[in-house]
T-cell receptor
Framework: DSGVTQTPKHLITATGQRVTLRCSPRSGDLSVYWYQQSLDQGLQFLIQYYNGEERAKGNILERFSAQQFPDLHSELNLSSLELGDSALYFC??????????????FGPGTRLTVL | GENVEQHPSTLSVQEGDSAVIKCTYSDSASNYFPWYKQELGKGPQLIIDIRSNVGEKKDQRIAVTLNKTAKHFSLHITETQPEDSAVYFCAASSRGGGFKTIFGAGTRLFVKA
């Protein structure tokens, strides 16, 4: 158990809908990262937050947004969902930011299915 | 853009044999190289990592080597066991232009008993 929690574990929704995925980082970690993993694909970095502020952006669609709250939990919002958004979404956390050697600890993921 | 190539995509070995997975990165600013193991239905779990000022690191049956000149690094698993069966991901992290971690596409390892 990495100490990173994600809810919900599974999410089934329809095209055009909006969903929110939630992540609680390990105790004491200030950075949160979001990744997308499509079927049999690698991990695609979406976005990173540090202590409430956006710090790095990857291949995140404009339909997706995220935020990190004062208690350090983070939410990933996916809107106008398309079939291709079906994937596993992972959250990871690390103690610091801007330190490329910081180890990231991954949560168990949320499996999103868009019908 | 920067990328990390990982080979092979699938690897099947007999229990007790060694397994080697290789990765090549393109960003010369990369200075941290973690390896993750992902079991079915679970999130990736860090198994070993290496920093750019080190050429080799070992932890029991697992070792990682890094060749910065050639920009490649490898994972070595010795005396493989059925519970080693999983998907393994390499990654390369750099600081340039903001924090960035790029993952390889993964290697599905099968260890046959």
């Amino acid at each position: 158990d990495s100490g990173v929690t994600q809810t919900p574990k599974h999410l089934i929704t329809a095209t055009g809908q909006r969903v929110t995925l939630r992540c609680s980082p390990r105790s004491g970690d200030l950075s949160v990262y979001w990744y997308q993993q499509s079927l049999d694909q690698g991990l695609q970095f979406l976005i990173q937050y540090y202590n409430g502020e956006e710090r790095a952006k990857g291949n995140i669609l404009e339909r997706f947004s995220a935020q990190q709250f004062p208690d350090l939990h983070s939410e990933l919002n996916l809107s106008s969902l398309e079939l291709g958004d079906s994937a596993l979404y992972f959250c990871a956390s690390s103690p610091r930011t801007g330190v490329s050697t910081d180890t990231q600890y991954f949560g168990p993921g949320t499996r999103l299915t868009v019908l | 853009g920067e990328n990390v190539e990982q080979h092979p995509s699938t690897l099947s070995v007999q229990e007790g044999d060694s397994a080697v997975i290789k990765c090549t990165y393109s960003d010369s600013a990369s200075n941290y190289f973690p390896w993750y193991k992902q079991e079915l239905g679970k999130g990736p779990q860090l198994i070993i990592d290496i920093r750019s000022n080190v050429g080799e690191k070992k932890d029991q049956r697992i070792a990682v080597t890094l060749n910065k000149t050639a920009k490649h690094f490898s994972l070595h698993i010795t005396e493989t066991q059925p519970e080693d069966s999983a998907v393994y991901f390499c990654a390369a992290s750099s600081r340039g232009g903001g924090f960035k971690t790029i993952f390889g596409a993964g290697t599905r390892l099968f260890v046959k008993a």
